[in-house]
Each structure stands twice: as structure tokens, then as C-alpha cells.
């Protein structure tokens, strides 16, 4: 069951009663070691009532609010810590929708989340936006969603499947489960003025709410300065020790993420335990998981024993996946600490350095035990427009994946995307290939590339040639995950293998799909706009695990291979990508032809 | 001039030119040392520049702002600190309009106040509170107001001029300058589950805004978790350290005050300096300081040199002033450190310990400089029933001061309030009188003391009996500052004197007179609301000072006999007190005979 959670406002007088021993609690906590976070101790033996999801006492001795019908929970002396907060995250990267990320992160102990859903945003716009906030708020544990801010990313280099307005920002500001404005990515137009950004910004401040930042940028002079000028409150995409500093010291929170691929913590937290600022400032998030890392690995469990395991005092790294997040979001009344009022989300946990997660309890209910999750996290009844999003307008054929030559010649000079290990920017490559019959072939150390317009039914078909993933023999690989349009992006050495993908895509809704020598070899459905699964976190790992192997056994040897594949057309990264638009030049900011020479 | 102040929605395009070079700055204040109250830092050397009232740029270098008609101010290496903030405070406890309190801790660095207009709420009700609330906004600092809770302090036990009821409380969280809810004294309220105190926290948490706490008892056990669990987020009534650990473990401020009269930061910020408490959660406030006070001694300034001589370090010390208390209020992003977007309050001082307060600089412009103001704090021009609040229906005679004995006898047992130095709480005394002419007398150690109704011109006299002042000879001494209801207080020995004093409030529309041998010997005007006079700081701890002497003249010689006077009718601190309804045994909380025994 879900505890249904009165507002703070209708609480206090049960809350009262409760605590004067007037009626009972729910739920009885006793012979804990609370963390109060608040003071940053540890209170020995101390015991906690809970009544409505809310604490209602927090001290030394509860027995008067046990009453017929309260629950007891002995802790056995072991640690009660406040629930873990995610202070920023994308709740697609988990290939899962709200519900599924949920309950995949429930047993880990995370008990509220500030998820921005960018993704969804681009292929289905406000409505999309709407659907997952919904979404988060059916759930036993605190989902708050962050208006995504930058739908398209690049305005001018791609079309996405719809578009994020200052009205729509002002529109959502208005929604209950909206705690701010999702990560304002694109900051060269915020230090350039752009009156749209600008507005997104001051609509979300005049609701008095928060402003997530994304300043992804090395340097910390001038541009850095008038970013922070902006009104952006906050960033997670600083890597070293300066970052953070630099960040704290213009008033805005350090987020130090460690999702699947980031690992910003180690570089970061340094500011607080070697340079001695104020932690206070300082949150942790993961910003991006993949399924497989919450099932393997954890969630906000593994960053806060990550910071620890990086010289964090462990109450102050506690602090800063619950207090300082809640203050962040002016929600420190609601929730982050183990105190009366707040919703009681709290950890059992026998190991302040190991952080077992041995009990959740999420607003009074006990959610996880052990590991295994004792409640349902409900389902939105998703629109069949959100399960047909990948529209090809067409059946693909091999013909659609040859890019011609416009001129009788044996050869021509094209431009390669050029893949990178471990590296997010790609290459700018060049390099001659062979004409035959009109039609330019990828030489053996390259793959076509190919982006499928699938938002609009244009039938659109972007060529390309890429390097770097290693591919032999004959395949094609789709996805619909595609960021930040997230159209469809194919890779493949046979172009009858890279129409199959596409329209299996097409057949399935979206998802991940490899075939190799005719057959499809590994499936991932991501039904819900071709970017989520409603299926559980453990199923979606393992046909991601199979995706992997999959792509192995084509010859690709790249370490996070598929993260590679699914950027190739992030068009606000360098150097070069492709787009609906086009190839693309970052470094120019302009779309660009596919040859060198007048081909 | 004053600042006219955009907000920070409708600041963001300024600020980000003048950050990226493209637009000059108002005022840059180069070489300084920065406290940077975010990081916990000096940052030496750092510059900002200020546009628009609010900070644009704070770095290194500022050279890229500078333009035609851009002021430069140069700190000389001096440090920078934020403005300083009261967390909690009663303007009228000066005496003093917004206008004239402000004009006076200007010059001492406070640019930010959280006042309780609670007096005038009583005497005016609502439409007094919104009169403070408009002063408070016309000036050039930063002076928000709480909504008073409770009016009257104690219902039942005395009548007010105007109450203050739960829709009030909702009406006015909907005002500008509104930031939360004022003290909730009546904590047994609050502990018994009285709706209507209930009502007026949840009509602010409602609104977001921040509930403030009045928890006046020692007692740490099950009543002050029940307040705990009723929503207060902050306390100024702890005076020993256990009471400070005690509120931040439950997850409320701890507001430690440095007033005219409190003294207890000593006491309590040893939770930081020794206990080794996270400071976050502590804030320095004055809650009441007369106008001597703040011509004579200072304002925050005096409190933050005090926790710092108390041994906070310097930096903490300010945070508690700064940081701390705009966190609290929801207004971290608004103002309370350096740092871009918040407004520009800013003081130049050489010294972290000494705090000399050299130069305020409030929304960037220069508002003090060595002491002396350097801006006008605009007047409301208050209507004239503000100015007409001592109702007393007639002229009063010797006759209305007269205790009559209701039978034959020559002398009675009546109840004396017994005023001890130093103390808050009064005696409950015996004293058997003698009865003449079938007048009770007081002896010589004794004095009369009548509670003069005045808000509803009844013509109402209580008559009672104090004892502890030491007055002799023929005198008396009248006050329309008669905490919380603050009709007219009037102490004497003469009933001639005590009738022309009263009557002579009623002519000058209130305030504090003292006569002796049938002539007035000091006078202080309090022309607004009985309460507060719009003359100058100087001139009013002037005309109080002598008041003080005048009292001296009388035969008073105990300390800070003002504030004994003016709370004999605080009917919710023991033991004895007077009221409009009669004599009030507080320990039991109900209207009493004068007499002992059937008079």
C-alpha cells in the first residue's frame, strides 16, 4: 500500500496530538542511533513515532505514542538515516519509465529524486513532460520533476519531435510535482543574452523556484562568470577540484555526480575535505544510470559510500544526499531529515561506512527490505500516442541507406565521424573512398551511419560514414535512443542489415536493435517513446547485457560502446555529428556537406 | 535616492551583460578582501560589480565592468562582508517607525530585518500590521515583516484593541512583504491542539512561508515535542545550551539574541564552539532593543563582535548573521551573501573581530559611511486614526483611582504584585492595607498601579497594588507601551498625579510621562499607536533617557525599571499581573479579587 500524504499544513494536528501522547502513532521506530543531519550526530538509543507519513516525534524515549494499532520497529541499535535524495538525474538514461526506475532504486535506499525529463521532452514535447510527472507522483517515494529547459538543444541544427517554450516553462511552473527548471544546457546562449532562455530562468524564479545549471565548460573566466549571473543555481558538470570551488564561491550548489559513466565525485569533493570549505553547498546525484548499474551496483547507496570511500566524513557525505538537497529545493520542511514534520523516509542500516541498506521506509511504509522491494510502485496508463512515436512514413529498403555519388568518379573525399573510447567528443576524420556503380562505399575500417527521421513520417534518411566502433562482416545496429532529438541513429557495414533494424524498430515502437548477417541478434524494446520500457529494471538490464554482447560478437571492442552509438547525434558536443539537418560541424555550429571535394 | 529594486527574474539580461563585459556595472568595488559566506572563506583581492541593486560579477578582476559612469568605490583591502541580517525583531521595541529604526542600524550594517509587528497588532490589528508592512517597504534596506500570531497573547484574560484571527494570518501571506508567521507564543495552544493557532500555521505553511517559534519554557520533555510537531521552524526563547542542541536536533533554528535586556548567545552558542554543532542552523537576532541601544551600543554588529567574543570564529559569526538567516527564509537566492543575483548589500569594515562598520552599501548604493547616514528612510504618512489610539472616553480624576473597600472596616488583605529586579516574572504578594474614609491606601513601600483601558474609550480603571519600585514621595508614571494589549499602564503614589499623567497621554495621543509634586518632569511622545514616535533615534533615547533619570528622581532605583513597568500587564508570565478584565493570577490563568479576604 501507499501511504497518502496530507500536507504539512493539514498534518500538525495529528502530528501534536501524537507527540503530547494524545494518539497514537503509526509506526514506532525504537532503539535506533539516529543521524540528525540537521545537528550532525549521532543520537544514541533514540527513537522515532511516525503518524500520516510525517515524523511526529524524534527522541529518546517514544513509548507514549505507542497506542493499540501502532507498529513496532525494533532497530536493534543499528543506524536510522534519513532517505536518500537524488538532486538531479534523468530518469530515461535508466531505459525505464518513472514507476520501473522507482522500484529499482527503492531497495537502494533512495527515497526522492529531482529528475529532469529531457528526453521525453524532445520527442514528445510538454505532454510528454506532463505524463512523467504524473508518473513520479503516483509513487510511494518522492519524485519531483524539473522542467526540462533546452528542447531543442540546438535550435537551427536539429528538429526535434517538439519544442520547450518560455510559456511552456511558465505553463509547468503551475504543476504540483515541479520543483524548478531542469538543467539550463544551453549556456552560450545564456551568456549571450538569448531572451528565450532568459525567460525560462525568470519564469521559474518569479515562481520561486529552482534553477538547475549544466555549465559544461572548462573555462572559468568571464563566460563562467556571466553564466553564473544568469541565475542558475546550481551545477553538476564540474569534474576537478576548482570547479567545485569556483561554483560554491558564486553562490551556487556543487552537484557532484557518479552515474553509470560519470565520475565527478573523486575530482570534486576534495574542496570540501582537503580545501576545507563549508559542506553545505555541496549535493551529490547521478544525473544519468543505467539499469544495469542499479541493479549491479546501486544508486544514491553507491555515491554516498563513494564519498565516503573519498575521505567524506560519512555524516557530511549523508548530508549531502539528504539535507543539502532538500534545502536546495526549499524543501527542507518537507523532507531530508529525520525530524518532526518532514516525511518520514528513513534507513535502516547497521554500517555508517558500508551503508547496508537493510530497511526503507518511505513516508511510514516499510518499501524494501533486504533488498526486495514489499510495495507495488504504480503505473501510469500510458496514451497510445506515447507507444507509436516511431514514425518512419515508409518500410526502409537497402537503397535508402546508399549515398550516391553526384558526379561520375572512382573516388571521393568524405567526412568521418570519427568514434573516440572513453571520450564523448568525436573526431572530425577524412578520408577517400571508393565510388562503385555511383554509389560511395565505407572502406573496412569504417561503418555507414545513417539518421532516420522518425518524429515527423518524413521518410528522411541522413547518410554518413563513421570510424571507430570496429564492426566486421555483415550488421546494422538502430536505436531510437538518439540524444538529444532522439531520432533514430543506424550504424552498420551492410545497408540490407541497416534497413531491417530501422524498420524493426519501427515494428516494435523503438528500442536497441543489432542484426548481424540478416537476423536480429539482441532486442531491447523501449516502447514508451522509444526511450523507456514499463518493464522491470532486471529484464531491461539483461536485454541491454545481450545488446552489449551482441555488438561484441559484430566486432566492436569499445568500452560503452552503445553510449557512443546513441550520441553520435548529440550536435552540442564536438566535433562532428549527424543530425535530421545534416552532418553536422560543432566546432562551427553549421551544418556541413558530406564530402570534402565537390563529390 | 533609493534603489528602486527589479526582481531577480526581471535582473537576469543586466546582470549577464555586465558579467560578460557587454554593459558597464552601477557601482564596482575593487581590492577587497571578500568573506564569501557560501564557501567559508576570504578571498583576497576579489572584486564586484553591482547593477541594478543586485551583484553582477564577483571575481578577481572587475577591470571588464567598468564604464562610462560606472561608480568605483575602492576598499583599500579592506574586507567585504554581507549586509547584516535580524532574524527576528520587534520594531516597535525601539519606539521607533520602520523609517526611524531603520535610519538608526543603518549606520551599524544591518540592510536586513524580520520584524513582528506584534505590538501594533494589538492595538491596531490588521490594518496596523499593513501600515508597518508599507513603512517597511518604502525603505532602502531590506525589512520584511511576520505576520503577528498572536493578538491577543492571551485570550480570555484581556481584551485588545483588535484580534488577529486565522483568516487574517491568510489574507496577509498574500502581501509583498510578508515572510512568514511571527512568534507563536501561545505554545500551550499549540501543545492542547487549539484549532485556531493551529489554523494560523498551517495558513502560512500553506504558503510556503517560514513559522516562527515561541517556546518561553524550560522544559524539554514531552510539551516541547509537541510544539515541535506543530511546525515551528525556529525558537529565540532557549537561553542555555541544551535548549539550543535541543531546537536544532528537532530540526528548527536555534535564534540566539543579543537584545537591549536578553543576553543569550553566551549561553548557547557553546552548542557551536564546543559541542561541536553544524553551525548552519544557528542564527544571531535581537528580537527587542530600545533606542539607547541602538544609538549607543549598536545593532548586528554589536551581536555578531558578541558571538565572536563568545568564541565563534569570525566567519561563522557572520554566516549566523547572514547566510544563515536568509536560508531560513527562503531567501538564499535573494540576498545574505556576495554573490551574483542577490542584492548588493554590502559593508566595508578592516577588521573581522572589531567590526567597525565603515561603509554600507544597501542594493549598491552608499547608505552610511563612518556612522552617518547618507540616504533618507521615507515616512508613511500614517492616517490620522494611527495618531488617535488613547481612547480614554473622559477626563480622568483622583477619584478613578480610588480603591474602595466594600464594607466597614479599617483595613483589608490585598493581592500586590511584587516586581523583582532583574526579572521577568513578578511575586504574588499579601500585604494587609489600611482602610480610610473607606479608601484603601497603599503603605509607604507600595504603590498604587491602575490598568487604564484605552482602545475602546469604556473609561474603564482597574485599581491594584505593586510593590518593588521604591517610589517616594507624590508622584506618578504613565505608559501606553502596556505589554501585550498595551492599554495604559499608570504606577504612583498620588491619585492626583496619576490622573493628570494619564490624562496627559491622552492629550499627546501616548507614550511614557512622569510626574512629580503635580507637574510633569519627562515626557516621551509615542504619537503612533501609543507606541512609537517618527522622531529620530537620538531624540528619542534622549527624551527616554531622561524618563529614566525622572524615575531616579522618584526614588526608582532598580534596573530597567521602564521595561518592569510597561510589562506589568503581560498576562502570560507569572505570577501577578493586571489587565482590563481585573487582577490575573497567571498560575492559574484566571481573573482574580484584589482582596484576601471578602472586602
Chains 1, 2 share one sequence.
Request: glycine letters at 10%; proline letters at 4%; hydrophobic letters at 45%.
Amino acid at each position: 500500500m501507499i501511504q497518502s500524504l496530507e500536507s504539512c499544513a493539514k498534518s500538525g494536528a495529528r502530528l501534536v496530538a501524537v507527540a503530547a501522547g494524545r494518539e497514537p502513532a503509526d509506526l514506532v521506530i525504537r532503539s535506533g542511533n539516529v543521524v540528525n543531519v540537521q545537528s550532525r550526530e549521532v543520537l544514541d538509543g533514540w527513537e522515532v513515532a511516525i503518524a500520516g507519513g510525517r515524523f511526529a516525534y524524534l527522541g529518546p524515549d517514544a513509548a507514549h505514542t505507542v497506542g493499540d494499532g501502532t507498529r513496532i520497529v525494533d532497530a536493534g541499535g543499528r543506524y536510522l538515516i534519513p532517505g536518500l535524495c537524488d538532486g538531479h538525474m534523468h530518469i530515461e538514461s535508466g531505459m525505464l519509465t518513472p514507476a520501473e526506475f522507482a522500484a529499482a532504486v527503492i531497495p537502494h535506499g533512495t527515497t526522492t529524486m529531482f529528475h529532469d525529463p529531457h528526453e521525453i521532452a524532445n520527442v514528445l514535447g510538454l505532454a510528454g513532460v506532463r505524463l512523467m510527472h504524473d508518473e513520479s507522483l503516483l509513487q510511494p517515494i518522492n519524485v519531483f520533476t524539473q522542467m526540462p529547459s533546452c528542447a531543442p538543444s540546438a535550435p537551427g541544427l536539429e528538429t526535434t519531435g517538439h519544442e520547450i517554450t518560455a510559456d511552456d516553462v511558465a505553463e509547468a511552473m503551475r504543476w504540483p510535482g515541479i520543483v524548478g527548471l531542469g538543467e539550463m544546457m544551453n549556456f552560450p546562449g545564456v551568456i549571450a543574452g538569448d531572451p528565450k532562455m532568459l525567460a525560462e530562468i525568470a519564469a521559474t524564479q518569479a515562481a520561486g523556484k529552482t534553477v538547475g545549471g549544466h555549465y559544461a565548460s572548462p573555462d572559468l573566466g568571464m563566460p563562467f562568470h556571466a553564466y553564473a549571473a544568469g541565475g542558475a543555481a546550481d551545477d553538476h558538470e564540474g569534474t576537478a577540484e576548482t570547479d567545485a570551488i569556483a561554483r560554491v564561491r558564486q553562490g551556487m550548489r556543487a552537484m557532484l555526480r557518479l552515474g553509470s559513466a560519470w565520475h565527478d565525485v573523486e575530482g570534486q569533493i576534495t574542496a570540501v575535505t582537503e580545501h576545507g570549505l563549508d559542506p553545505r553547498n555541496f549535493i551529490l546525484c547521478t544525473d544519468d544510470c543505467h539499469s544495469g548499474t542499479l541493479v549491479n551496483d546501486g544508486h544514491m547507496d553507491r555515491v554516498v559510500r563513494h564519498a565516503i570511500e573519498c575521505g567524506a566524513e560519512p555524516l557530511v557525505a549523508l548530508q549531502m544526499a539528504t539535507l543539502n538537497t532538500a534545502t536546495h529545493f526549499g524543501l527542507e520542511r518537507e523532507l531530508g531529515s529525520i525530524a518532526p514534520g518532514r516525511r518520514a523516509d528513513v534507513i535502516l542500516t547497521s554500517d555508517l561506512e558500508a551503508l547496508p541498506i537493510e530497511h526503507v521506509i518511505a513516508r511510514g511504509v516499510t518499501v524494501a527490505v533486504a533488498g526486495e522491494m514489499k510495495v507495488d510502485c504504480p503505473h501510469l496508463d500510458w496514451p497510445a500516442e506515447t507507444r507509436t512515436t516511431v514514425h518512419l512514413g515508409r518500410a526502409l529498403a537497402a537503397g535508402d541507406f546508399e549515398v550516391k555519388a553526384s558526379r561520375a568518379t572512382d573516388s571521393v573525399v568524405a567526412k568521418v565521424i570519427g568514434v573516440v573510447e572513453n571520450q564523448a567528443p568525436t573526431e572530425a576524420l577524412k578520408a577517400r573512398l571508393p565510388v562503385i556503380d555511383g554509389v560511395v562505399e565505407a572502406t573496412e575500417d569504417m561503418a555507414q551511419v545513417a539518421l532516420v527521421e522518425r518524429h515527423r513520417a518524413t521518410g528522411r534518411v541522413v547518410n554518413g560514414f563513421v570510424s571507430g566502433f570496429g564492426y566486421t562482416g555483415r550488421m546494422a545496429m538502430a536505436s531510437t535512443v538518439a540524444h538529444d532529438s532522439h531520432h533514430m541513429i543506424v550504424v552498420g557495414t551492410d545497408r540490407a542489415c541497416m534497413a531491417a533494424a530501422a524498420n524493426r524498430l519501427g515494428e516494435v515502437g523503438g528500442g536497441v536493435t543489432v542484426w548481424k548477417d540478416g537476423a536480429e541478434i539482441a532486442l531491447v524494446e523501449l516502447p514508451i517513446a522509444g526511450l523507456m520500457s514499463d518493464c522491470p529494471a532486471r529484464e531491461v538490464a539483461a536485454k541491454a547485457e545481450r545488446m552489449v554482447a551482441a555488438m561484441a560478437e559484430c566486432g566492436c571492442e569499445l568500452n560503452n560502446a552503445y553510449m557512443q552509438h546513441s550520441l553520435l547525434a548529440l550536435v552540442v558536443i564536438p566535433a562532428l555529428r549527424i543530425s535530421d539537418r545534416g552532418l553536422v560541424d560543432v566546432d562551427r555550429f553549421e551544418v556541413t556537406g558530406l564530402f570534402e571535394d565537390a563529390a
